[in-house]
C-alpha cells in the first residue's frame, strides 16, 4: 500500500489524523498549500486555479478535528479527486 493510500484511509478512517499527515495528502493529491490569514489555509489545486479548500490549521494541538476531515472528504469526492 503506498503512502497516499495510506493516508486516504487515514482521512477516510474514524482515526486521528495530524495536520502533517493532511498537508501531505493534499501535496500528493497535486494540491499546494497557501498561507492566508491566522491559522487559515487554503490548499490550490496545481493545474485547476480556481479549485481551492479551504481551512484551518488546528492549534495547540496538531490533530484534524472530526468535522475539518468530514469536509475534506466531501470535497475531495465532490471534485472526483477520490
Same mark, same amino acid.
Not at 503512502?3 to 498537508?23: G, Y
Not at 490548499?43 to 485547476?48: C, D, G, P, W
Not at 495547540?60 to 476531515?69: A, G
Given at each position: 500500500?503506498?503512502?497516499? +493510500? ?14 502533517? +499527515? ?7 493529491? +497535486? ?52
Amino acid at each position: 500500500m503506498s503512502r497516499k +493510500d495510506k493516508l486516504i484511509q487515514l482521512l477516510t478512517s474514524e482515526s486521528q489524523m495530524s495536520w502533517s +499527515d493532511f498537508a501531505s495528502l493534499m501535496r500528493l493529491l +497535486d494540491f499546494e498549500l497557501l498561507n492566508n490569514n491566522g491559522s487559515r489555509r487554503c490548499f490550490a489545486k496545481r493545474e485547476l486555479a480556481n479549485l481551492k479548500f479551504f481551512t484551518h490549521e488546528p492549534h495547540p494541538q496538531n490533530v484534524l478535528k472530526k468535522y475539518q476531515k468530514k469536509e475534506a472528504l466531501n470535497f475531495l469526492k465532490e471534485n472526483k479527486i477520490l
